[in-house]
């Protein structure tokens, strides 16, 4: 088993940044992938960016990428999720999700956090 907790969220203005983390414990051997998801009030889980644990290959979805970077400490297995340039569009709870096939644009993962708030005021 893994456990994934998520830390940094918060509120801010827009055009402002957070940075999220995702640290993982227990089997943190079975991780070959991390990936970010958010949920608005209202609205499906959606896929945020994903990350493979040893290549380090990234990819985003659209409406964040220029804006947001992720990134993993494989020493610390931790994950980590820069956000810049925050919209109030980007207002929801953020999930880490970590297992072991690299998995984009898609909720298929093993393991997932708790969820930490993000807020952007307009």
């Known amino acids: 088993q893994v456990q994934l907790v998520e830390s940094g969220g918060g509120s801010v203005q827009a055009g402002g940044s957070l940075r999220l983390s995702c640290a993982a414990s227990?089997?943190?051997?079975?991780?070959?992938?991390m990936g970010w998801f958010r949920q608005a009030p209202g609205k499906e889980r959606e896929f945020v960016a994903a990350?493979?644990?040893?290549?380090?290959?990234?990819y985003y979805a659209n409406s964040v990428k220029g804006r947001f970077t992720i990134s993993r400490d494989n020493a610390k297995n931790t994950g980590y999720l820069q956000m810049n340039s925050l919209k109030p569009e980007d207002t929801a709870v953020y999930y880490c999700?970590?297992?072991?096939?690299?998995?984009?644009?898609?909720?298929?993962?093993?393991?997932w956090g708790q969820g930490t708030q993000v807020t952007v005021a307009s």
């Open positions: 990350i493979s644990w040893g290549a380090g290959i990234t």
């Open positions: 999700a970590a297992g072991p096939i690299f998995r984009v644009m898609s909720n298929d993962y093993d393991y």
């Open positions: 227990g089997r943190t051997s079975s991780i070959y992938a």
